[in-house]
RNA sequence: GGAGGAGUGGCCGAGUGGUUGAAGGCGGCGGUCUUGAAAACCGUUAGGCCCGCAAGGGUCUCGGGGGUUCGAAUCCCUCCUCCUCCGCCA
């Protein structure tokens, strides 16, 4: 959320976001509202004034027994009146923190102007896609044939969109997450949170994801919870409403959760294989910073990222996302994409964001300089990584002819084996 | 799930309807003293919003929301959180 007084300030540099977005914001709607509600609150505190003052007065006539009377029934009218204005402002305060929360940040001037998938600027790329001398398979009927996947199941127990892994493959994604975390935590200097897989209304709203994308979510029926579609929404909300002490500044955290995503709007996007998912592990990594070393922060935090995909030896490029493909709360994006031979290209297994002061200042996170008057603080985000995209990755690129899958060599300890057996040798 | 108790400023802690945005203490900041420091002493020490070029003025905030009243930290309702006891449970 942006600051009102400036939004206000501001109104032009909101209208290029809009066009750079290419998104539509009512801002003539928004300053006839913001006029109205600033006159009725001159005019209710011009009242209350008076009403103040008045109630000294009341006192000290009791006091010193003098009548009073007639001051009270005055006041009583002008009570009436304070309390109608109060309503009315009331209720355009709402609409307007309405209309301010469906407003996205602003992109950093460093993101290129586009107008969507297309304009985003590949950064770098690592490694270099594995030749294979047969013809590669996608990763669910690898899956399938070395047993350690059994989408049937899944869809018999929840319905389409959930994934089961079975024996090796389910010990896989534990690996990833395990060999994730460890990573992060003993060599990026990371602190593990375990949070809670569910979040409630001001937590999402701290974040971005309500109002604006409810619908995304899986809403737990008759409560204030719903799963949560990221850790990035605990994660944020560590510190809600705190004031973090300067010296602490970085504070970098990762957590392990599941994830849940409706996938409203998705349909017919990805059916095959796991690669979109109701519910999916993730490990995510977490940062607030001071203002003027966030952008700093962001490419370390994409490096730490990286670092993982390297250490599994997978082929990735980095992207920069223009000002259309961006986020909502985020002011500059890079996405990590790994090499799926099935498809012949990248996939999305990352996105590392800087959401600047925006989550800071709808989360209400400060951070308070030697002497000086507290500030928001910058919160930056990123998936270190997707665990199931991981997991398709590692299957596609390391699958062998005979159905078999080596172990990128950090995970064996992790794994036990330095391969997941073929067909034949996989009888359940 | 049942029965009690509690939520005041950065922290502790007064305050039960009328100059209380809130005593006192601690902590923080500035100063006096000191070669320097400590101690002592003096002063200072929330934020949001509105009007204003500014200086400044006004208003709101004592867990959240609502109500009673001319006036609420103080009374009433409701929600949240924490604590104690009982029950249940991985």
Excluded at 80 to 108: C, G, S
Excluded at 179 to 206: K, M, V, W
Excluded at 257 to 271: I, V
Aim: with cysteine; aromatic share 8%; hydrophobic share 40%.
């Amino acid at each position: 959320m942006h600051d009102l007084n400036f939004f206000r300030d501001h109104l032009e540099l909101f209208e290029q976001m809009a066009r750079h977005r290419g998104i539509t914001l009512d801002l003539e709607g928004f300053r006839a509202l913001d006029r109205e509600r600033r006159e009725l609150i001159t005019a209710a505190e011009r009242l209350k004034a008076e009403r103040n003052k008045a109630s000294e007065e009341i006192a000290r006539r009791k006091k010193s027994g003098q009548d009073a009377a007639g001051l009270i029934a005055e006041m009583k009218r002008v009570s009436e009146e304070i309390k109608q204005y109060d309503e009315h402002i009331a209720q355009l305060d709402e609409r307007t923190r309405e209309f301010l929360l469906t407003v996205p940040n602003l992109p950093h001037p460093s993101v290129p102007v586009g107008q969507g998938e297309q304009d985003n600027v590949e950064v770098r790329r690592w490694g270099a896609a594995p030749k294979f001398s047969f013809t590669p398979r996608p990763h669910w009927e690898v899956g399938e044939r070395a047993r350690i996947l059994d989408l049937p199941a899944a869809v018999k127990i929840a319905g389409a969109r959930f994934a089961l892994y079975v024996g090796a493959g389910a010990r896989l994604e534990r690996a990833l997450a395990n060999f994730f975390l460890d990573t992060h935590t003993q060599q990026h200097g990371y602190t593990e949170i375990l949070p809670p897989f569910a979040a409630n209304r001001a937590s999402l709203t701290g974040t971005g994801h309500l109002p604006k994308f409810a619908a995304d979510m899986f809403h737990l029926e008759g409560t204030d919870l719903w799963l949560t579609p990221t850790a990035e929404v605990q994660l944020n909300n560590l510190y809600r409403d705190e004031t973090i002490d300067a010296d602490a500044l970085p504070i970098k955290v990762c957590a392990w959760t599941a994830c849940f995503r409706s996938e409203a709007g998705a349909a017919g996007k990805d059916t095959r294989g796991i690669a979109r998912q109701h519910q999916f592990q993730k490990v995510e990594l977490f940062k607030f910073t001071r203002p003027e070393s966030s952008y700093d922060e962001l490419e370390l935090l994409v490096r730490d990222a990286e670092a993982i995909l390297q250490r599994l030896g997978l082929h990735h490029r980095v992207i920069q996302l223009c000002t259309a493909d961006l986020g909502f709360a985020s002011a500059k994006t890079y996405d990590l994409e790994v090499w799926l031979p099935s498809t012949n290209g990248f996939k999305e297994i990352s996105s590392c964001s800087n959401c600047e002061a925006f989550q800071a200042r709808r989360s209400g996170i400060r951070y308070k300089p030697k002497g000086g008057k507290s500030e928001f603080v910058h919160t930056l985000n990123g998936s270190g990584l997707a665990v199931g995209r991981t997991w398709m990755a590692v299957v596609e690129n390391y699958q062998q002819e005979d159905g078999s899958i080596v172990m990128p060599e950090v995970l064996r300890p992790y794994m036990g084996i330095d391969r997941i057996p073929a067909p034949a040798a996989a009888k359940a």
